[in-house]
């Protein structure tokens, strides 16, 4: 089944003690796009100015990610730049220039509007509801949120939040909306919400999965070459979503299975800039490292 996504597409400037790679393919709508693409369908929609090139749009389609809901808009691209600390764990935006991003009105192509799945990519809950309300009854909706909004439009976010299956957030983002220092108990807060599940993602420590029906957390995969953290979190929600409309089934333990995908494929991000982590990745490569994670975790 497929997987509608709605989020940035961007020119990215990123500095790690790995290197720096200016203006590089980046957006959280292309780095989950390409996470689910191989697990199902995906159906993009996004804006990008004039300067974005043919090559980028072929690199999605290439991937089954469907661009019929992708709008140019005069002028230029969403530019996103950061800087990483030494240790990656943490880093800083140097700058945003929204551009055609600021002005997204999302419009949803009618032969999209039945996609049983939904990922709300990182934009203001404003922008999140108006696109929830295209949609026809979706079957799951995934949702990620950041501290901006948290902090300008925390009542919009918890309105959202009642239409919303599954949260995605980070620990620092959780802490922030609940104001409860409790990784479980913040969780259990959102749960009273409205959303069935809390994924809480802790960097290089892992992640956890709060939901009604128990509690479970992975080690974040060991990566050894850790290239850029950026786009981490969308491709952990790509993988997890994408392997979810794969199965066609939304059960607590279709829910677990997801979080090792979405780790999984996470930690082929995170090797190179940009999408570069993700060259010469295919299914096989990931069962295999997910076969790998699971004989780490065991015993
Ligand atoms: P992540 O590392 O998973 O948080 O995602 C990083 C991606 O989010 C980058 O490729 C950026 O282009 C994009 N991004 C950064 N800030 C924003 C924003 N305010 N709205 C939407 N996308 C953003």
Known sequence: MSVVVVGSLAFDTVTTPKGKATDVLGGSATYFSVAASYFAPVRLVGVVGEDFPEAHRRVLADR????EGLETKPGRTFRWEGAYSADMNSRETVSVELNAFGQFEPTIPSGYRDTPYVFLAN???RTQAKVLGQMARPRFVVADTMDLWIETQREDLTALLRKVDLLVVNDHELRQFTRE???????REVLGLGPRAVAVKKGEHGSLLVSRDGVSMLPAYPVESLVDPTGAGDAFAGGLL?????RGQTQY???RRGLAYGTVVASFAVQGFSLDGFK???RALIEERLDRFAAMIAF
């Open 253 to 255: 333990s279709d829910l």
């Open 123 to 125: 934009a203001s809950p």
């Open 181 to 187: 220092g409790n990784l479980f108990r913040g969780a």
């Open 280 to 282: 010469g990745v295919d």
């Open 242 to 246: 994408g392997y979810l409309a794969e």
């Open 64 to 67: 089954r990610v469907d661009l």
